[in-house]
């Protein structure tokens, strides 16, 4: 980019992308305020099937309308839209009806604090809200991890909440570990598609990693055959990473979640609260120093 200097929206953008580098095919980008050339550039890199926005500046359009050779699907929202209050949807026959959720996600839902710590920083606060407002839009059962005002990992659609921890945790330890200085230093080819880059350093810091670091493979990829991340060297930057803020679209049912979200750096918790196992979670927290709200508030997507 010959703009280096990002806008608060370009900014918002990078970071939500960085969630998850992974998933990229039948992507569409939804901004809030209208699009300007900068967030225009950083979207014009990465793949993404169209985009929806209150509006665009002259110079971002035409930095749009040059994607996928002019293909690409460039929507205006309608600000003065407002749906139905009551979402209906039929399914062979039967017409199943719910109110709209139109819930306001805010900092009231983070003072009925549960555990012996009660200190919720500020930086905390922020992340946790970030973190619920995406299970709000999120397929249930769903969890999410957050931090630094960005998503780094979210577990949706399982059946079980442990399902949910496990994958969104997994996801938040391979965010941590792109930062790896070894995964930064990857002397990538100067032609490599960004795709296949982001392919291929999700492939090196998992156990598969010599499916590219093996010779008559590296060569593809890489200027010099990089160094393997070892496991040693993976657990020893995971063991860093701390921080982290988790919300839960509904209650953990065990202390197994809280376990999980422990190995990757969770010390910040906003869940609904209600099982009848609450006393179980909340000393699992407890012994880890956690801080812990509940929100009172389901989230679930359907």
């Not at 860093?240 to 979200?261: H, T, Y």
């Amino acid at each position: 980019m010959d703009d280096l200097e990002l806008s608060p929206l370009a900014c918002a953008y990078a970071r939500a992308r960085g969630a998850d580098r992974m998933s990229s095919y039948g992507d569409w980008i939804a901004l809030s305020d209208p699009c300007d050339v900068q967030t225009a550039r950083v979207i014009a890199r990465e793949v993404s099937d169209g985009i929806i926005a209150p509006g665009y500046s002259d110079e971002a359009l035409e930095v749009l309308k040059g994607k996928r050779k002019g293909t690409y699907n460039i929507v205006k929202i309608d600000e003065n839209y407002r749906p139905a209050p009551i979402e209906r949807k039929d399914v062979f026959g039967v017409t199943f009806e719910q109110g709209r959720n139109e819930f306001e996600i805010n900092e009231k839902l983070l003072e009925n604090i549960v555990t012996d710590h009660k200190q919720l920083t500020e930086d905390a606060k922020r992340d946790l809200i970030i973190s619920l407002i995406t299970l709000k839009y999120t397929q249930s059962n769903s969890v999410c991890y957050a931090k630094g005002g960005q998503v780094i990992g979210v577990g949706a659609g399982q059946q079980s909440r442990i399902h949910c921890t496990r994958l969104a945790g997994n996801k938040a330890d391979v965010w941590f570990l792109r930062q790896h200085p070894k995964v930064l230093g990857l002397p990538f080819k100067q032609d490599i598609r960004r795709p296949d880059r982001d392919n291929t350093i999700d492939v090196y810091i998992s156990e598969d990693y010599m499916d590219v670091l093996a010779d008559g493979a590296w060569e593809n990829f890489f200027t010099e055959k990089p160094e393997p991340l070892t496991r040693e060297e993976k657990a020893e930057w995971l063991s860093k990473q701390d921080g982290v803020s988790l919300g839960s679209d509904a209650f953990f049912p065990f202390g197994d979640n809280i376990e999980r979200a422990k190995r990757s750096g969770v010390q910040y918790i906003a869940q609904p609260g209600g099982s009848i196992r609450d006393d179980n979670v909340i000393d699992t927290c407890n012994k880890y120093g956690m801080v812990m709200a509940f929100t009172g508030m389901r989230l679930f997507h359907h």
